[in-house]
């Protein structure tokens, strides 16, 4: 059974950063791409970035890029999104999501990923 955890949410005033973590287990986690969504009140939930299996490539929402810096760790299980001059509308509950089989690629939508966190809040105070 395949489980991420999300952690490293919080309040944070603009101008802010924030380090999220995703832990994972279950399966071998270096084999599979990894991603990171958002979702706001009212919204749909939306992309922000995903790594692939070795962490060599990266692709990033348009509204995050150069803010917002994935990465992971394969040999202790775990993605982590960088998250710099935070700004209120990056508020949202934020998910890690992982690919169900290895695609080699960056997977970009949301269909693209089976296996989902709880999410952990992030709020950006004006």
């Known amino acids: 059974q395949v489980q991420l955890v999300e952690s490293g949410g919080g309040l944070v005033q603009a101008g802010g950063s924030l380090r999220l973590s995703c832990a994972a287990s279950?399966?071998?986690?270096?084999?599979?791409?990894m991603g990171w969504f958002r979702q706001a009140p009212g919204k749909e939930r939306e992309f922000v970035a995903a790594?692939?299996?070795?962490?060599?490539?990266?692709y990033y929402a348009t509204s995050v890029k150069g803010r917002f810096t994935i990465s992971r760790d394969n040999a202790k299980n775990t993605v982590y999104l960088q998250m710099n001059s935070l700004q209120p509308e990056d508020t949202a509950v934020h998910y890690c999501?992982?690919?169900?089989?290895?695609?080699?690629?960056?997977?970009?939508?949301?269909?693209?990923?089976?296996?989902w966190g709880q999410g952990t809040q992030v709020t950006v105070s004006s």
């Open positions: 999501a992982a690919e169900r089989s290895f695609s080699g690629g960056l997977p970009r939508e949301r269909y693209e990923y089976y296996y």
């Open positions: 279950g399966r071998t986690f270096s084999r599979y791409a």
């Open positions: 790594i692939n299996w070795s962490g060599g490539s990266t």
